[in-house]
């Protein structure tokens, strides 16, 4: 049997592209799902093989059902075998509820929601022939919170922590488990966009709004999933696991 292999979506950059590289340094291939940024997902990809691990990229926006069915055909086609779903893409938009049009609504659900939903059911067929399947969530301190001006957005993540336990009971008695990781505000193109859409400067946030005094690191949220993929974490099903620097506790988000 090869080495696992690991599909994580939304891997050209950001949190995907840190989990991807901690899993590659794991001995886990890797495919790299990306919406548009193919330079960026093949950055990822040349940092993948410094590991000397195998990694392809597979092109698909996730809220669009046929173009998961050929991403998932990328898996099979490469390696016929699926150890651990990353869902990472994500994307959201500052906009307060009273401004916002139906379009920018659906927009947030189809992809933080429904695209979550669209990438596992395709991918559980191959994760029931793993000897431990794992399925990792990515979802944000939003959807436990709910966070002013993204309510599409945290609609959209608190499904996402529904969907992980909802699952992980459908699942009791196989050998996949399924978890979420809630993340705060990190430092990614995402994270830092909603600095610059409220003004706030990212050392403010860091002094009054966490209680670290610093943003949450990619790594430190990559960390978290390479051990709820590892065999130690075989036990541990249906849980949310929360990487905010304390972001939950601090003061109201400042918008
Ligand atoms: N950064 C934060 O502060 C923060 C906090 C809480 C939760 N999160 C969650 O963490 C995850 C990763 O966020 P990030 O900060 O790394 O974001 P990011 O830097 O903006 O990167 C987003 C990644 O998702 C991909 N993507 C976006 N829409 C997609 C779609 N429809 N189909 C497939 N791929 C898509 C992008 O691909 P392209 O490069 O091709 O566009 C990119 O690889 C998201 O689920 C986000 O909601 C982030």
């Given at each position: ?5 690991a ?10 592209r840190?989990i991807s590289?901690?899993l590659?340094?794991e ?12 330079e960026?997902a093949?950055?990822t990809?040349?940092t993948?093989k ?6 392809v990229?597979?092109k ?17 086609d ?13 994307w ?10 139906t379009?920018l609504?659906d927009?947030?659900i189809r992809v933080?929601l ?11 067929p ?13 979802t ?27 699952l992980?009971?459908e ?7 399924v ?7 990190a ?7 909603f600095?610059?859409a409220?003004?706030v400067?990212?050392?403010?946030y ?7 005094g610093?943003?949450v ?7 978290i999933?390479?051990?709820l993929s590892?065999?130690?974490a075989?036990?541990?099903?249906g849980?949310v ?5 304390g ?6 988000f400042?918008?």
């Amino acid at each position: 049997m090869g080495s696992k292999v690991a599909l994580v979506t939304g891997a050209s950059r950001g949190l995907g592209r840190a989990i991807s590289i901690e899993l590659a340094k794991e001995g886990y291939s890797i495919v790299v799902n990306y919406r548009k940024r193919e330079e960026d997902a093949r950055k990822t990809i040349d940092t993948l093989k410094k590991y000397g691990v195998d990694a392809v990229m597979a092109k698909a926006d996730v809220s669009d059902p046929l173009q998961v069915q050929d991403m998932i055909n990328v898996v099979t086609d490469n390696f016929d075998r699926l150890d651990v779903l990353v869902n990472n893409a994500g994307w959201g938009y500052l906009t307060r509820v009273a401004d916002m049009d139906t379009g920018l609504w659906d927009r947030h659900i189809r992809v933080n929601l429904d695209g979550v939903f669209y990438v596992t059911r395709k991918a559980l067929p191959l994760l029931s022939k793993s000897p431990s399947g794992r399925i990792i969530n990515i979802t944000s301190i939003a959807g436990i919170r709910g966070l002013p001006g993204l309510a599409a957005y945290s609609a959209a993540k608190a499904g996402v922590i529904g969907f992980t336990k909802a699952l992980a009971q459908e699942l009791s008695g196989s050998s996949i488990t399924v978890n979420a990781v809630a993340v705060g505000f990190a430092k990614t193109e995402m994270g830092l966009s909603f600095f610059k859409a409220t003004g706030v400067s990212v050392e403010d946030y860091e002094a009054k709004y966490t209680l670290t005094g610093k943003l949450v690191e990619p790594v430190e949220v990559a960390r978290i999933v390479v051990y709820l993929s590892s065999e130690d974490a075989r036990n541990i099903t249906g849980n949310v696991f929360v990487v905010d620097s304390g972001q939950l506790l601090a003061l109201p988000f400042p918008c």
